[in-house]
């Protein structure tokens, strides 16, 4: 119908000099962003957790109990509790939420999926019958450095477009520093998610379970669209630094 | 400003679902060309499936395991409905009735479902009455609704064709996915016999399937989808036929 209004904005000094209508709409049960992240978050760690330990009504105690476990199991619990635990001091320290809201029944779908993909992969990390990745050693160790610096990056690029170097009406594009991490803003538009990405698809390999690879594939669909959304704000409003930019992958998209 | 640029995106998510009011464009000539030809091939497939099954019956004298005088048409003509479920998500076809495309989706999905992934792959069903309860069912209703798609694109669409579309599905529906329950049950046991599209750890690629369990699933499904289906026809039947119904009062 027309603009939506912010939340500080006085009618008084809207209506001064016109008549103006004023559209009411009930958006139904909302919750904060903070909320939202901090419940989509949460979950997966500790769901993770509880198969990590190997719950009896989960799985089979006389086969958990005799199965020697392979490293890269105590390896992936670490990596996946690092990921998220990342993602809520993230939350809660670097980014600067809005104060906006979005539908409950929008955290209710985040929350299924998260915790229905963590539920599902980490049956299969954890499981007594788990079969380790079959290049050994340095298959698992070259996806753990990548994991590494996937979330290296992500956090340092989250920190960058928390901090920028102007605002408001003067806001440009965050510029790569010092930190290599951040030199990905050359090539690409949206760097976060390109490091979001390039942990799970470290994750898929280190561990070399199906379930994560179909996951991390919905991500990788997932964080293109909003890639590309972004991007195409970016070229509406930076024009010039970000036209030779890719949105996600360099060169490729 | 990761989190509030997909927050962002989110929220338009959540605000921008005010649907825009929905202009329907009448299809070209050319297309309205192609929409005819395939609807009525489809009506012809169908009545040929029907036909076969009269026939079969006349010659065995029974109506049992006439799943194979039919086996190959109906495989086709069932399968060549994902075509038509795919132009109209890809919106090459036009909307020709407002009927919700998920719906649809679905629908065809579980058709598809029930041809090739239980009666063609486990063959002992095939003998099954069930086999035969269902595919009555759909013959029926694809002959009617194709020939009432045909009808509505050359702009002639007789009463009667408008009536039965919106009225034999009150028995058809429950006909066909109580044909199509039973037969799912009496495939579990082979299922789990033969581990038919099973995989089981330990595995190289740490995965596991269960078709046995997918199958309970699918039948679970039926129960919040089936009334949803049936509650949304019964609406759609109260809108188009009290329409017609005024139209004829006012003439």
């Known amino acids: 119908d027309g603009p939506y209004l912010k939340d500080y904005i006085n009618i008084q000094s809207l209506a001064v000099s016109s008549i103006i209508t004023l559209y009411f709409t009930d958006l139904g049960q909302q919750v904060g962003w903070t909320t939202f992240f901090l419940t989509e978050y949460t979950g997966p760690l500790l769901i993770y957790l509880l198969f990590y330990i190997r719950l009896s009504t989960i799985y089979d105690q006389r086969e958990s109990r005799k199965n020697f476990r392979h490293p890269v199991v105590h390896l992936a619990c670490f990596c996946h509790c690092l990921h998220y635990i990342r993602h809520l001091l993230e939350t809660l320290f670097v980014h600067k939420l809005s104060g906006g809201h979005t539908p409950l029944k929008n955290m209710i779908k985040g929350c299924v999926f998260y915790w229905g993909f963590t539920s599902w992969i980490a049956y299969y990390i954890n499981h007594p019958r788990y079969t380790p990745p079959s290049f050994g050693h340095r298959q698992v160790s070259f996806a753990a450095l990548t994991f590494l610096m996937c979330e290296a990056g992500n956090h340092f690029i989250n920190v960058a477009l928390a901090h920028p170097s102007h605002s408001g009406l003067q806001a440009c594009f965050p510029s790569p520093t010092y930190n290599p991490f951040t030199w990905l803003f050359l090539l690409v538009s949206c760097p976060n998610y390109t490091y979001e990405v390039g942990s799970w698809i470290s994750f898929t390999v280190m561990t070399q379970t199906l379930p994560v690879g179909i996951f991390a594939f919905l991500m990788i669909i997932q964080m293109s669209l909003w890639a590309q959304k972004k991007h195409r704000l970016y070229l509406k409003r930076f024009y010039p630094e970000v036209r030779r930019k890719a949105a996600m992958i360099p060169i490729i998209f | ?251």
């Open chain 2, 1 to 251: 400003m990761a989190a509030s640029g997909s927050g962002g995106s989110r929220a338009d998510n959540g605000y921008g679902s005010q649907q825009q009011p929905r202009r329907r464009k009448g299809p070209g000539a050319l297309a309205t060309a192609y929409l005819v030809i395939y609807n009525v091939v489809m009506t012809a497939g169908w009545l040929v499936i029907a036909v076969g099954l009269v026939r079969a019956y006349l010659a065995k004298g029974s109506y049992h395991s006439l799943y194979y005088s039919i086996e190959k048409p109906l495989k086709f003509f069932q399968t060549g409905a994902l075509l038509e479920e795919y132009l109209l998500i890809a919106k090459y076809l036009p909307g020709i009735v407002p009927s919700s495309v998920v719906l649809t989706a679905f629908q065809v999905m579980s058709r598809v479902f029930l041809t090739w992934a239980v009666t063609h792959s486990v063959k002992e069903v095939q003998t099954e009455d069930s086999v035969l309860l269902f595919v009555v069912a759909w013959t029926i209703t694809e002959i009617i609704r194709y020939s009432f798609y045909t009808f509505s694109l050359l702009n002639h669409l007789p009463y009667l064709i408008k009536w039965a579309r919106y009225t034999l599905f009150i028995i058809l529906y429950p006909m066909g996915v109580s044909g199509e329950l039973l037969t799912i049950y009496a495939a579990l046991p082979f299922v789990r016999q033969s581990g038919l599209y099973s995989i089981s750890l330990p595995n190289k690629y740490n995965f596991s399937f269960d078709y046995y369990t997918f199958l309970i699933l699918v039948m679970i499904s039926y129960i919040p989808i089936f009334p949803q289906l049936y509650f949304h026809m019964l609406h759609q039947r109260r809108k188009v036929l009290s329409h017609t119904e005024e139209h004829k009062k006012s003439e």
